[in-house]
C-alpha cells in the first residue's frame, strides 16, 4: 500500500510517500481488534451487551479494531518498517532498470566489419577517382585501390550462430566479420538479404557457446516507452544509449517497404544492425536509418519494428528469399485537404487513391479501377499507403480478402484473391517525409 503523508517542518510543507506491505498492516489490524477487545473486558458494557446482540457488538469491535488500526498506520509518529520514497531513489530504481537491459542484451550484440577488396589498375577508370586525372598520366602497372571497410552492428538471433543485421551494412561485401563484445572474431560462413526490407542474415560457425537476444513485441510499444540503442557508433562497441518511443508508423524514404519506429535514443554511423530493446532486454527493432543534415545524430532516428523483422529472417533462414503479397496497385494518400479540393465523398478524412492498376495483378482481376479510394482491407480501416502494404503483404499467398472503396461516391466492396509479388519488383511507400532520410552511410 502506498501512502501519502504531508507534515510540516521549517522548510514548509514536505511530501513523503510511504511503503506498506499487505503483511505489516494486516497484522496491525490483528493488534488493534485485540486492543479493542481488552479494552471492553475491563469496562462495564453488561447493560450495553444485554440490548445489543452479540453480533452486532462483534461487528462492533471490528469497525473499532479497524479504526484503531488506522490510527497506528497514520499516526504523525511514524511506524517501524515504513522507509519513504524519495525523487533519487526512483531515479536509482529507473538506473537499475537501464542497467540490467543493457547487461542482458550487450552479450548478443555484434559488430559487423564488411570488408571490399582493392580492384586492380586495368579495371579502374578514371570515374573511380574524385578528382580529373591528367591525360597523359598512367597508373604504374601493379597499381590497386586499397581495401575499404564498413562497421555496422548485428545481434545474435539464435545460438547455433545466426545474426541478424541490416542488407545496407553487408552490401558489396568481398568478406565480412563478426566481432563479439569480448573482442573475438569469426568469418561469416554465409549471407541472405533481403533489400526491400534492408534486412540481412549473417551465419557463422562457433565452437563455443553463444547467447542469443530475446526479442520482444512491437506491437506493444507505445510512444513514451523508454528504449536503449547498443550497437558500435563511429566503432565504439557495445556502446549504449537511452531514448523513448517517439513515434510508430512512420514512413522512411530510405526504406522501400514497410513503417518504422522512431526514436530520439542516439543512433549514429555504426549503429545500423544494432538492436532497439525494451528495459526488460528485448529487442523491439532493429536500428536502421537516421534523418540528419550533419550525417551524425540530431534526435531522429528509426528501427525496423522486430515483429516485421522476425517475419523477414525467418522467410531468408527458411528459403533464402522473401515472399510477399501484393495487389498490383500504384496508390497514393488521401487526406482532408484532397478529399476537400477534389469533393471525394467518403466518409471519413483520410484513405487511399488508386493512382494506376497493374495489367494481370490480383487488383485487376478483383476490377478496382484508377480513381477508386480505398477505406478498408480485410475489415480494418486504412490511413495510408504504409497501413495497406502492412496488411497486405503477410498475409497468406492464394487468400481472399474484402476491398472496401469508393467509387464516384458509391461505397463499394471487392474480393481480391493475393499472389505473390513478382520478382525483380520494387514496392515503396509513396508519400514519404519531406526530410531527407539518410540510411546511415558506412554503417
Excluded at 497514520?74 to 529507473?94: W, Y
Excluded at 557495445?238 to 522512431?262: E, Y
Excluded at 543512433?267 to 544492425?273: K, M
Excluded at 519488383?425 to 526530410?435: E, K, L, N
Aim: charged share 20%; glycine share 10%.
Amino acid at each position: 500500500m502506498v501512502q501519502v503523508r504531508l507534515h510540516d517542518s521549517e522548510e514548509g510543507v514536505k511530501t513523503e510517500v510511504w511503503n506498506q506491505k499487505p503483511s505489516v498492516w494486516l497484522g496491525r489490524v490483528r493488534i488493534g481488534m485485540k486492543i479493542f477487545f481488552v479494552y471492553l473486558s475491563r469496562i462495564k458494557i453488561n447493560a450495553f451487551c444485554r440490548w445489543l446482540s452479540w453480533s452486532a457488538c462483534r461487528h462492533a469491535a471490528l469497525v473499532a479494531g479497524l479504526s484503531a488500526c488506522w490510527v497506528m498506520l497514520s499516526g504523525t509518529g511514524g511506524v517501524l518498517g515504513q522507509e519513504p520514497v524519495s525523487a533519487t531513489d526512483q531515479a536509482k530504481a529507473l538506473s537499475r532498470a537501464f542497467r540490467s537491459a543493457a547487461n542482458s542484451i550487450t552479450p548478443a550484440v555484434v559488430t559487423v566489419i564488411s570488408e571490399v577488396e582493392g580492384e586492380d589498375a586495368e579495371e579502374i577508370s578514371a570515374e573511380d577517382f574524385p578528382f580529373d586525372l591528367p591525360p597523359d598520366l598512367h597508373l604504374p602497372e601493379g597499381f590497386r585501390l586499397p581495401a575499404s571497410r564498413n562497421v555496422g552492428s548485428g545481434i545474435l538471433i539464435d545460438e547455433s550462430g545466426i545474426v541478424l543485421t541490416n542488407a545496407h551494412v553487408i552490401h558489396g561485401a568481398d568478406r565480412i566479420w563478426i566481432r563479439f563484445s569480448d573482442g573475438s572474431e569469426l568469418e561469416a560462413k554465409n549471407i541472405k538479404a533481403d533489400s526491400n526490407s534492408d534486412l540481412a542474415i549473417v551465419y557463422i560457425a562457433s565452437k563455443s557457446s553463444l547467447k542469443a537476444a530475446r526479442l520482444g513485441d512491437s506491437d506493444r510499444l507505445a510512444i513514451g516507452d523508454w528504449v536503449i540503442a547498443v550497437g558500435s557508433p563511429f566503432e565504439y562497441e557495445s556502446t549504449v544509449s537511452a531514448g523513448i518511443i517517439s513515434g510508430r508508423g512512420r514512413g522512411v524514404a530510405a526504406i522501400r517497404r514497410g513503417k518504422m519506429l522512431q526514436t530520439d535514443a542516439a543512433i549514429n554511423p555504426g549503429n545500423s544492425g544494432g538492436p532497439l530493446v525494451n528495459l526488460d532486454g528485448e529487442v523491439v527493432g532493429i536500428n536502421t536509418a537516421i534523418v540528419s543534415v550533419s550525417g551524425g545524430y540530431q534526435g531522429i532516428g528509426f528501427a525496423i519494428p522486430i515483429n516485421r523483422a522476425k517475419w523477414v529472417a525467418d522467410q531468408l533462414i527458411e528459403t533464402g528469399e522473401v515472399q510477399r503479397a501484393y495487389l498490383g496497385i500504384r496508390i497514393g494518400s488521401v487526406d482532408a485537404e484532397y478529399i476537400r479540393e477534389n469533393d471525394l465523398k467518403v466518409p471519413a478524412n483520410y484513405g487511399i487513391l488508386v493512382e494506376g492498376v497493374i495489367s494481370d495483378s490480383p487488383a485487376a482481376d478483383a476490377g478496382l479501377q484508377r480513381g477508386d479510394v480505398i477505406v478498408d482491407f480485410a475489415g480494418k480501416s486504412l490511413r495510408d499507403v504504409g497501413d495497406l502494404q502492412d496488411a497486405v503483404e503477410q498475409l497468406p499467398l492464394g487468400s481472399r480478402h474484402s476491398v472496401g472503396l469508393f467509387r464516384e461516391e458509391k461505397a463499394l466492396s471487392v474480393m481480391v484473391e493475393l499472389r505473390p509479388l513478382p520478382v525483380g519488383a520494387v514496392p515503396r511507400i509513396p508519400g514519404s517525409p519531406a526530410p531527407k532520410t539518410k540510411s546511415e552511410e558506412g554503417s
